[in-house]
Structure formats: structure tokens, C-alpha cells
T-cell receptor, first 115, second 115 residues
Framework: DTEVTQTPKHLVMGMTNKKSLKCEQH?????MYWYKQKAKKPPELMFV???????INESVPSRFSPECPNSSLLNLHLHALQPEDSALYLC??????????????FGDGTRLSIL | AQSVTQPDIHITVSEGASLELRCNYS??????LFWYVQSPGQGLQLLLK??????LVQGIKGFEAEFKRSQSSFNLRKPSVHWSDAAEYFC?????????????FGTGTRLQVTL
């Protein structure tokens, strides 16, 4: 069992739909991450939140909108996606201390398909 | 920029045989390195990490890795592979951003285990 929970596990949506991905962790971690993973490729970082504030945006298109409403939750709002956005979306979390290289813990991901 | 290279895209070993997966890093100072494993349809699970100190690190599931500065390598090893070890393995290096860790993954090595 993973300690980072992502919902839904699968999502199929049209290009005009609006949907949201949800991620939750109760490990007290104050850094949370969104990654995109295409088939047979490594995960690519999209966003990093630290203490509920956006600290990294890896030049992600605005059709992806992250939100961190509290220290346990991370959302990814989706709107007007393109077929090439079909992928596995992974959430991760980590501690943030003076020694910042804490391992990231990953959820099982949401597999997103855009019709 | 920090990066890691995994030279082997695909490796096949027999169950019970030993395993070594290669990872080479590119960084001037001491890197912070991780090995993750991803089973089909799942998220990433941390196998082990290297921050400093002892160059031979032990991880979960019987895996170990050795940091060799002279060879810029961090190879993953297991003395006897089990069929359940079949998965994708990613080496990763972390970059400090000041408030959170940013992971950069290698391209991955797919391990197939024959019975």
C-alpha cells in the first residue's frame, strides 16, 4: 500500500471537458509534486509545491492548473487538454527540512486518456 | 545540470542469477542519488538512496548499490533475482531548489526475469 493516494485511478475525458486529479498524503510532508509519465519513459516533473506555495513550474501549459488547498492535499485541474496529454500522472511528497534531499514518496498515479 | 544515464534499456536474467543495473551520473560535487522501481501500472517505489558516507548502501528487497566516484557510477545489485523483481528500474539524481528536492530520472532499465 502506498502512503500517497491518488484519485481517480483512471480517467477518460474529451478535449472540452474539465476534470481534476486529486492527491492526498498524511505523512506530514510539506513538499508535493506532480509528474507526467508517458509510456516507456521516465517521469517528468511538472510542478512542485513547498509549504502550500508553488515553487517550481516546469513551463507547463496553462491547461494544467495545480492547486494545494492544504498541506495534505494536491489537486491538478485539467481543461481543454490535447490527445498528447494522455499519460500517467504521478503525485509525490517529501519532507522539507534544512537538509532538503529527502526521498520522494510516490502514489500509484492516475492514467489519463484524452479522446 | 545534473543528470544520470542508464546505458541498458532492457536486461533479461534468469531467476536466481545475480543482477547489476548500471547508472552513471554527471555532477561535479557529491551527488544525491536514488534508485526507484516501478511495476506495471504502479507508481515508483524507493529502493535505496545515497547522500554521503558509506559508499555501499543497502536497500529494500535485498538490493544494494555502490557509489564509485572514480567511475561516476551508482550501480544497483542483487545477488539472487526473484521473478517478482521484473519491473522498470530508474536511477535518479536530486537538485536542491532551496525549499524542495527536484528529481531528474534516467531513462530506465526494464528487467525481465526468466524462470
Amino acid at each position: 500500500d502506498t502512503e500517497v493516494t491518488q484519485t481517480p485511478k483512471h480517467l477518460v475525458m474529451g478535449m472540452t471537458n474539465k476534470k481534476s486529479l486529486k492527491c492526498e498524503q498524511h505523512m506530514g510532508h510539506r513538499a508535493m509534486y506532480w509528474y507526467k509519465q508517458k509510456a516507456k519513459k521516465p517521469p517528468e516533473l511538472m510542478f512542485v509545491y513547498s509549504y502550500e506555495k508553488l515553487s517550481i513550474n516546469e513551463s507547463v501549459p496553462s491547461r494544467f492548473s495545480p492547486e494545494c488547498p492544504n498541506s495534505s492535499l494536491l489537486n491538478l485541474h485539467l481543461h481543454a487538454l490535447q490527445p498528447e496529454d494522455s499519460a500517467l500522472y504521478l503525485c509525490a511528497s517529501s519532507q522539507v527540512t534544512g537538509y532538503v534531499n529527502q526521498p520522494q514518496h510516490f502514489g500509484d498515479g492516475t492514467r489519463l486518456s484524452i479522446l | 545540470a545534473q543528470s544520470v544515464t542508464q546505458p541498458d534499456i532492457h536486461i533479461t536474467v534468469s531467476e536466481g542469477a545475480s543482477l547489476e543495473l548500471r547508472c552513471n551520473y554527471s555532477y561535479g560535487a557529491t551527488p544525491y542519488l536514488f534508485w526507484y522501481v516501478q511495476s506495471p501500472g504502479q507508481g515508483l517505489q524507493l529502493l535505496l538512496k545515497y547522500f554521503s558516507g558509506d559508499t555501499l548502501v543497502q536497500g529494500i528487497k535485498g538490493f544494494e548499490a555502490e557509489f564509485k566516484r572514480s567511475q561516476s557510477s551508482f550501480n544497483l545489485r542483487k545477488p539472487s533475482v526473484h521473478w517478482s523483481d521484473a519491473a522498470e528500474y530508474f536511477c535518479a539524481v536530486v537538485t536542491n531548489t532551496g525549499t524542495a528536492s527536484k528529481l531528474t530520472f534516467g531513462t530506465g532499465t526494464r528487467l525481465q526475469v526468466t524462470l
